[in-house]
Nanobody, 122 residues
């Protein structure tokens, strides 16, 4: 069993940066891939970024590539999403999720956090 808690969201202006954190508990977390997803009002939850259990592999949605960076600190059971050059269209609730398989498919993930709101004003 894995429990995930996101933090770090907030209200920022376009062009600003935020770093989201995903704190995990559970013995098997270090062997799980972790993804970040987001959901805007009225929209489906979409993939943002994923990192492999080792941290060696990462992948990003085209919409955030070059602006967002996913990383993990295995010693602290933490995963981060550094978001730079934020745009109003990045406004959404951001979720971290964990699964044994490395995937960009939200339906693959077994464990989810409660989400953290990111709002970017123009």
């Amino acid at each position: 069993q894995v429990q995930l808690v996101e933090s770090g969201g907030g209200l920022v202006q376009a062009g600003d940066s935020l770093r989201l954190s995903c704190a995990a508990s559970g013995r098997t977390f270090s062997s799980y891939a972790v993804g970040w997803f987001r959901q805007a009002p009225g929209e489906e939850r979409e993939f943002v970024a994923v990192i492999s259990w080792s941290g060696r592999y990462t992948d990003y949605a085209d919409s955030v590539k070059g602006r967002f960076t996913i990383s993990r600190d295995k010693a602290k059971n933490m995963v981060y999403l550094q978001m730079n050059s934020l745009k109003p269209e990045d406004t959404a609730v951001y979720y971290c999720a964990a699964d044994a398989q490395y995937s960009a498919n939200r339906r693959q993930y077994d464990y989810w956090g409660q989400g953290t709101q990111v709002t970017v004003s123009s």
